[in-house]
């Protein structure tokens, strides 16, 4: 049985989604790249070169991707071996959520009920979807879903 400290979760939870909020990653900034390059109309092809700019120097000036930093999601899959200690995993994560858009000033854009539509002012609780899997690894994916993707889903 391997045991992980629920503290180690709050710190992996907040560099995910801190950089997440920064970096896009490589295969997506080449394929911006790539479809630029293909693209005929002009507008669409200046649309692109604006998106890669744009990724260019969130990444150089450390500053968020977009202003619409989203709803945090987390993907867990969690061994069936696998402990935790010092606390419960949800409360890690909302942590590690909570840090993550206060230390990287993240727009915080939750609301704790729809009906009242109060900001709970640290962008939690986050969607958390855990999967069982055999093992002892923990394997954390951070999805900040921006809420003009919500409107459609």
Do not use: H, W
Request: charged fraction near 25%; proline fraction near 3%; hydrophobic fraction near 40%.
């Amino acid at each position: 049985m391997r045991i992980i400290n629920v503290a180690e979760v709050t710190i992996a939870i907040k560099e995910l989604f801190i950089k997440a909020n920064y970096v896009l990653p490589d295969d997506v900034l080449q394929k911006i790249r790539e479809f630029r390059e293909k693209e005929d109309d002009k507008c669409a092809e200046n649309m692109l070169a604006l998106l890669e700019e744009n990724a260019i120097t969130a990444c150089r000036d450390d500053i968020p991707i977009c202003q619409d930093t989203g709803m945090a999601v987390v993907f867990a899959r969690v061994g069936q071996e696998l402990c935790f200690n010092g606390g419960l995993f949800t409360d890690a994560v909302n942590e590690g959520v909570r840090l993550a858009y206060r230390e990287g000033f993240l727009r915080k854009s939750v609301v704790g009920d729809p009906l009242t539509r109060i900001n709970t002012g640290d962008n939690t609780p986050a969607v958390i979807y855990t999967e069982l899997i055999a093992g002892d690894r923990l394997e954390l994916t951070a999805l900040p879903k921006g809420f003009g993707s919500e409107n459609m889903s």
